[in-house]
């Protein structure tokens, strides 16, 4: 499966890069790792860069990570649609109060945007 891991230094989006390593290593995923600029964040790109190379590396897998500038959500979107990705998979959603599920802005973005399909890791 051609999978496409947004992240952008969120607790939520390390999570989703573990569990979409990890993923990869044992169902041989074809991998890339795009890092988005997360306005909510306050890790660096060049931080979220090196965990994920660090991650992939550690897992043994061949992945690409590469750098979206401009708007995340719409990066994301139009590189899984150019590039026939089968799958989108962020971090993200959290479980209210009152028990409804609230996600940030650019995972609500590829969600209500994408072709393809999307997996949240929460």
Known sequence: MKVLLGIGGSDDS???LDRTVERAAVADDDLT???VENPDSSVSVD???RRAE???EEAGIG???R???GDPGSGLVEIAERESFDEIVLGGGHTSPMG???IGSIAEFVLLNAKTSVT???
Do not use: G, N, Q, S
Request: zero cysteines.
């Open 14 to 16: 390390f999570r989703a």
């Open 33 to 35: 790792v795009a890092v």
């Open 47 to 49: 931080e979220v860069v």
């Open 54 to 56: 660090e991650a992939i």
């Open 63 to 65: 992945a690409e990570v």
């Open 67 to 69: 750098r979206v500038e």
């Open 100 to 102: 409804k599920i609230t």
């Open 120 to 122: 949240l890791v929460r």
